[in-house]
Structure formats: structure tokens, C-alpha cells
Nanobody, 127 residues
Framework: QAQLEQSGGGSVQAGGDLTLSCTASGYSLQNNCVAWFRQVPGTGREWLAQTYSGHQGVYSGSVQGRFTIFRDSGRNAFYLRMTKITHEDAAMYYC?????????????????????WGQGTHVTVSS
């Protein structure tokens, strides 16, 4: 059974760094588009970043220049490196994957474009 297992969330000080991990089991992430989303209570999932094998990551304006999505094919995993964290980054973070090329940036990637999801990991930001 294909699964994504997340780790790396927790509490971080504003201005600090954090790296979230997402490891696949039961299938290979090769030829998958992988992405990160986040969600705060009362809102939908916000797309943050995505990348396809061998391609540069693309990012939402809210995290461009601060967050980096990267993959480790040897570990069948991908990551979200978060830097210069602000209070607005506090949320539940989700990794996601789909066995396809990445959704078009013209239409805007959406949660329904992805088929497999991690369980979520909470990021809190302290002053």
C-alpha cells in the first residue's frame, strides 16, 4: 500500500529554520510530482511548492526565497527546508504526491491534483 510518512515538525522560533521530511513506502516516488501544502484551521489547504524528478522546484509567492523543496531518490523521500520562519508560517503541513507530471502553474496547483498524502505535521512558531 502506497503511503507517505512525515516527520520533522515541531516548535521553532521566529526567524529560525526547520526541515520537514516525507518518506514514501510501498511504491517509488520516481516519475511522481511531489508537493507540500499547509493548512490553518478554518481554511483550505494552501499549496506551497512542488517539483518533478530532475526539475527545479516552483513555489508560491508566500514562501518563494525562504522555503526549498528537494528530493532524495536514494531514500525515496522529499523534504521542505524552511528558513526565515515567521508567525504566519504556523500551520499543519502536508506532503503529497501524484504519479504524473506536476499540475500547471497557470491553473494553480490544488489539493485535488494530488493522490497520496502524508498524515500531516504541526509547525508552531514562538517569539
Amino acid at each position: 500500500q502506497a503511503q507517505l510518512e512525515q516527520s520533522g515538525g515541531g516548535s521553532v522560533q521566529a526567524g529560525g529554520d526547520l526541515t520537514l521530511s516525507c518518506t514514501a513506502s510501498g511504491y517509488s516516488l520516481q516519475n511522481n510530482c511531489v508537493a507540500w501544502f499547509r493548512q490553518v484551521p478554518g481554511t483550505g489547504r494552501e499549496w506551497l511548492a512542488q517539483t518533478y524528478s530532475g526539475h527545479q522546484g516552483v513555489y508560491s509567492g508566500s514562501v518563494q526565497g525562504r522555503f526549498t523543496i528537494f528530493r532524495d531518490s536514494g531514500r525515496n523521500a522529499f523534504y521542505l527546508r524552511m528558513t526565515k520562519i515567521t508567525h504566519e508560517d504556523a500551520a499543519m503541513y502536508y506532503c503529497a504526491a501524484v504519479q504524473d507530471t506536476c499540475p500547471s502553474m497557470k491553473a494553480g496547483p490544488k489539493a485535488q491534483d494530488f493522490r497520496i498524502w502524508g498524515q500531516g505535521t504541526h509547525v508552531t512558531v514562538s517569539s
